[in-house]
């Protein structure tokens, strides 16, 4: 059975940093990509970060040049290093692994910039 479980969130001031670790635990074949996502209340999800199975990493407009992902493939885990962080990164934030056949996701992680 695969399990991600997402973890770091937490309250941060504006200018702030996070990092969010998710542990990935199971068989997992033919993985396309693992990504993270973002949903803010009233908004619908979307893609934050990815890295494909080839390591290329792809990023949103809004986080680029602030938010990096990575992975630990001994570990079966994948980071999103936040800095900079703004009000509107305010959101909970959601690991993902697709593969050929399936897509993977955790609980979620909430993510709340203020001051």
């Known amino acids: 059975q695969v399990q991600l479980v997402e973890s770091g969130g937490g309250l941060v001031q504006p200018g702030g940093s996070l990092r969010l670790s998710c542990a990935v635990s199971?068989?997992?074949?033919?993985?396309?990509?693992r990504n993270w996502y973002r949903q803010a209340p009233g908004k619908q999800r979307e893609l934050v970060a990815a890295?494909?199975?080839?390591?290329?990493?792809n990023y949103a407009d809004s986080v680029k040049g602030r938010f990096t992902i990575s992975r630990d493939n001994a570990k079966g885990t994948i980071y999103l290093e936040m800095n900079s962080l703004k009000p509107e990164d305010t959101a909970v934030y959601y690991c993902?692994?697709?593969?050929?056949?399936?897509?993977?996701w955790g609980q979620g992680t909430q993510v709340t910039v203020s001051s």
């Open positions: 993902n692994v697709k593969t050929a056949v399936s897509d993977y």
């Open positions: 199971g068989s997992l074949f033919n993985i396309y990509s």
């Open positions: 890295v494909t199975s080839r390591g290329s990493t």
